[in-house]
């Protein structure tokens, strides 16, 4: 079970599971596959891309150059091989987080805290409570058993960028106002996720997966099982069009591929998440508060369906009537005089994603 606490007087406890994914395993499996599968590696840094017109190449910074009818770039956020037609806007997600060894914690071992929003243990730190108020952070916890709990300060959503300063000292004041003594720190973590933002253009020669290729859903930062989950699709659309039968080439290849990773009604449907970004990023603690409160009361398909991407455009619109109809008066309020602009800019570009 999944515990939220909306403020110091309520809390919800919700029938979701998470876990927590070991990443060593994790990328030994990935690359276990590649190799029973024949993968070829290379291990050099990229340095640049260079496009015919049926063909592309990469060269490496050891000199080494590779052809290949396809370049799948996969190498993060801050790529430069892969373009954009418009400016980057992100939103930022940026987190403190630690596995510590603790003397002991409050969590129930058999729930996932997914956010606590309480603002108690800044009672005595008036620049922290007021810097909280208008940016908020919550508390994440994932406990493993009475000693060992895996922690995080997290910002969902800024822009500019909270400070990461400011995120570890929440965090300190949270866990010492909770008892929580850390005796080592087994694995720490600095987060930073951009999220939202335009799509790359599409379709352009290099293909992209990824954090560069926008799947990063924009109102929550995950992307590791979306990815997962359309690898395969991708992966399906390349072996189409590269397959002896097909010999798919230069740019009906590249339409192709991108279409198949961003297939117009999702590209519609990121737009909705985008929206839902922007109204994240106008709202105080308060405003926070009430959203969350709202949204954990919709029907568990809607917010299921909207934290792992599943939902469609038309389901999208129903958990956006159906929060509306949820929220507090204050809530309601909120949306409608923080929201028209980013909700003019996102029915602006679906209009454009229609023509
Ligand atoms: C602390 C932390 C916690 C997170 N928690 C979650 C979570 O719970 N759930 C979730 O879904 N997401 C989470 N994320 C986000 C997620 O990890 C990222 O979205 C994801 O790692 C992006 O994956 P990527 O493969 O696109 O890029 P990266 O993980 O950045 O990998 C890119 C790789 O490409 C290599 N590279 C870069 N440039 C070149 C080049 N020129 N030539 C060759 N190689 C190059 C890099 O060295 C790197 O190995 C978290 C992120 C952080 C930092």
Same mark, same amino acid.
């Given at each position: 079970?999944?515990?939220?606490?909306?403020?110091?007087?309520?809390? &919800?406890?919700?029938?979701?599971?998470?876990? !927590?994914?070991?990443?060593?395993?994790?990328?030994?499996?990935?690359?276990?596959?590649?190799?029973?599968?024949?993968?070829?590696?290379?291990?050099?840094?990229?340095?640049?891309?260079?496009?015919?017109?049926?063909?592309? /190449?990469?060269?490496?910074?050891?000199?080494?150059?590779?052809?290949?009818?396809?370049?799948?770039?996969?190498?993060?956020?801050?790529?430069?091989?892969?373009?954009?037609?418009? /400016?980057?806007?992100?939103?930022?997600? *940026?987190?403190?987080? *630690?596995?510590?060894?603790?003397?002991?914690?409050?969590?129930?071992?058999?729930?996932?805290?997914?956010?606590?929003?309480?603002?108690?243990?800044?009672?005595?730190?008036?620049?922290?409570?007021?810097?909280? %108020?208008?940016?908020?952070?919550?508390?994440?916890?994932?406990?493993?058993?009475?000693?060992?709990?895996?922690?995080?300060?997290?910002?969902?959503? %800024? &822009?500019?960028?909270?400070?990461?300063?400011?995120?570890?000292?929440?965090?300190?004041?949270?866990?010492?106002?909770?008892? *929580?003594?850390?005796?080592?720190?087994?694995?720490?973590?600095?987060?930073?996720?951009?999220?939202?933002?335009?799509?790359?253009?599409?379709?352009?020669?290099?293909?992209?997966?990824?954090?560069?290729?926008? *799947?990063?859903?924009?109102?929550?930062?995950?992307?590791?099982? !979306?990815?997962?989950?359309?690898?395969?699709?991708?992966?399906?659309?390349?072996? $189409?069009?590269?397959?002896?039968? !097909?010999?798919? &080439?230069?740019?009906?290849?590249?339409?192709?591929?991108?279409?198949?990773?961003?297939?117009?009604?999702?590209?519609?449907? &990121?737009?909705?998440?985008? +929206?839902? =970004?922007?109204?994240?990023?106008?709202? $105080?603690?308060?405003?926070?508060?009430?959203?969350?409160?709202?949204?954990?009361?919709?029907?568990?398909?809607?917010?299921?369906?909207?934290?792992?991407?599943?939902?469609?455009?038309?389901?999208?619109?129903?958990? /956006?009537?159906?929060? +509306?109809?949820?929220? %507090?008066?204050?809530?309601?309020? $909120?949306?409608?005089?923080?929201?028209?602009?980013?909700?003019?800019?996102? =029915?602006?570009?679906?209009?454009?994603?229609?023509?």
């Amino acid at each position: 079970m999944t515990t939220v606490h909306v403020n110091d007087h309520k809390t &919800r406890y919700l029938d979701r599971p998470y876990g !927590r994914v070991n990443r060593n395993k994790l990328k030994t499996k990935l690359m276990e596959s590649c190799v029973s599968n024949g993968v070829k590696f290379h291990k050099a840094r990229v340095w640049k891309v260079n496009h015919e017109e049926f063909d592309s /190449s990469i060269v490496c910074d050891d000199g080494y150059e590779i052809k290949a009818s396809l370049i799948v770039d996969a190498s993060g956020f801050g790529s430069t091989f892969v373009e954009y037609d418009k /400016s980057r806007n992100h939103g930022y997600q *940026i987190a403190h987080g *630690i596995l510590a060894e603790v003397e002991s914690h409050p969590f129930d071992l058999d729930k996932m805290l997914l956010m606590d929003w309480r603002d108690s243990h800044l009672g005595n730190e008036p620049e922290l409570r007021f810097g909280n %108020s208008k940016t908020p952070t919550f508390l994440y916890a994932m406990p493993f058993d009475s000693n060992l709990v895996f922690l995080e300060e997290t910002s969902l959503v %800024s &822009r500019p960028v909270l400070s990461y300063m400011e995120v570890k000292k929440r965090m300190v004041a949270r866990l010492r106002h909770m008892g *929580i003594r850390v005796k080592r720190v087994l694995e720490d973590e600095k987060c930073l996720i951009p999220m939202g933002g335009p799509l790359p253009r599409i379709p352009q020669s290099v293909m992209a997966v990824g954090g560069t290729s926008g *799947i990063v859903h924009p109102s929550t930062g995950y992307m590791v099982a !979306r990815t997962m989950a359309l690898a395969p699709v991708l992966a399906g659309a390349i072996v $189409d069009c590269l397959g002896s039968t !097909r010999m798919v &080439r230069g740019r009906p290849l590249h339409r192709r591929v991108w279409n198949e990773l961003w297939p117009l009604e999702r590209r519609r449907v &990121r737009e909705f998440y985008s +929206f839902g =970004m922007e109204t994240l990023l106008k709202l $105080d603690l308060n405003g926070t508060r009430s959203f969350f409160d709202a949204f954990f009361d919709l029907n568990p398909y809607y917010w299921h369906g909207f934290l792992s991407s599943r939902l469609s455009l038309g389901e999208l619109a129903m958990l /956006s009537l159906s929060l +509306f109809g949820h929220a %507090s008066n204050s809530s309601k309020l $909120d949306l409608v005089t923080k929201c028209p602009v980013p909700l003019v800019k996102m =029915m602006g570009h679906l209009a454009l994603e229609t023509i």
